[in-house]
Antibody, heavy 124, light 106 residues
Framework: QVQLVQSGAEVKKPGASVKVSCKASGYTFTSYYMHWVRQAPGQGLEWMGIINPSGGSTSYAQKFQGRVTMTRDTSTSTVYMELSSLRSEDTAVYYC?????????????????WGQGTMVTVSS | SYELTQPSSVSVSPGQTARITCSGDVLAKKYARWFQQKPGQAPVLVIYKDSERPSGIPERFSGSSSGTTVTLTISGAQVEDEADYYCYSAADNNWVFGGGTKLTVL
C-alpha cells in the first residue's frame, strides 16, 4: 500500500523548534521528490520546500529560508522537516507529499501521495 | 516569485457546470496541477499536466489551458464535489499554490 505516515501532533512554545517525520512505504522512495506544505487554520495551502530523497538536495521557500531544514534517511525511507524559532503564526497542519518524478527515475507523472498531516500548535 | 490567482468562491446548483480559473505568468511555461480538499482531509490530485486526469477521478473533472490561465471544469457537479480547490505550478525554482477556491454545490 502506497502511503506516507507522519508523526503525531506537537505543542511547542514560541522560540522552540519542531521536527516532523514522514515515512514512505509501498513505492520507490528515491524516485519522487518530497514536498512539505502547510495549512494554517482556515487558510490555504502554503508550499514550504522540497527535498530530493535520492541525493538529499533541497530548496526552500524564501519565507522559510534560515528557519527550515529538510533531511532524509534512505535506510528507513523517511524524510524530516525541522522548523525553528517558532511563533504563533506557525500554528498549522504540516503535510508531506510526494510528486514529481526525479530525472533519470522511472515512474508515473500522475503519482501523487500525501501524508495525513501533523498539527503543530505554537502557544505560550 | 510567481503568483497564482483564483476566485475565492464559485457556486453552482447540482448538475450544472462549475468552472474554476487560475491565472499566473508561470502557467505560460509550466503545467498546472489541481487539488481537491475536503474539510479535515489531505488534498487529492484531480488534474495534472493541465488536463490529465489520474485514475479514479471521475470523468466529470477536466482541465484546460490557454496562455497564462488554466481552468478546472466540473461537468454536472455533484454535491460531493463541494470542496476547496487549489491550483499549483512550479518553474525556475519557484513552487506555488493558488489561494484556493471554495466550490459550493447547492
Amino acid at each position: 500500500q502506497v502511503q506516507l505516515v507522519q508523526s503525531g501532533a506537537e505543542v511547542k512554545k514560541p522560540g522552540a523548534s519542531v521536527k516532523v517525520s514522514c515515512k514512505a512505504s509501498g513505492y520507490t522512495f528515491t524516485s519522487y521528490y518530497m514536498h512539505w506544505v502547510r495549512q494554517a487554520p482556515g487558510q490555504g495551502l502554503e508550499w514550504m520546500g522540497i527535498i530530493n530523497p535520492s541525493g538529499g538536495s533541497t530548496s526552500y521557500a524564501q519565507k522559510f529560508q534560515g528557519r527550515v531544514t529538510m533531511t532524509r534517511d534512505t535506510s528507513t525511507s523517511t524524510v524530516y522537516m525541522e522548523l525553528s524559532s517558532l511563533r504563533s503564526e506557525d500554528t498549522a497542519v504540516y503535510y508531506c507529499a510526494s510528486w514529481d518524478l526525479i530525472v533519470g527515475a522511472t515512474g508515473d507523472d500522475a503519482f501523487d501521495i500525501w501524508g495525513q498531516g501533523t498539527m503543530v500548535t505554537v502557544s505560550s | 516569485s510567481y503568483e497564482l490567482t483564483q476566485p475565492s468562491s464559485v457556486s453552482v446548483s447540482p448538475g450544472q457546470t462549475a468552472r474554476i480559473t487560475c491565472s499566473g505568468d508561470v502557467l505560460a511555461k509550466k503545467y498546472a496541477r489541481w487539488f481537491q480538499q475536503k474539510p479535515g482531509q489531505a488534498p487529492v490530485l484531480v488534474i495534472y499536466k493541465d488536463s490529465e486526469r489520474p485514475s479514479g477521478i471521475p470523468e466529470r473533472f477536466s482541465g484546460s489551458s490557454s496562455g497564462t490561465t488554466v481552468t478546472l471544469t466540473i461537468s454536472g457537479a455533484q454535491v460531493e464535489d463541494e470542496a476547496d480547490y487549489y491550483c499549483y505550478s512550479a518553474a525556475d525554482n519557484n513552487w506555488v499554490f493558488g489561494g484556493g477556491t471554495k466550490l459550493t454545490v447547492l
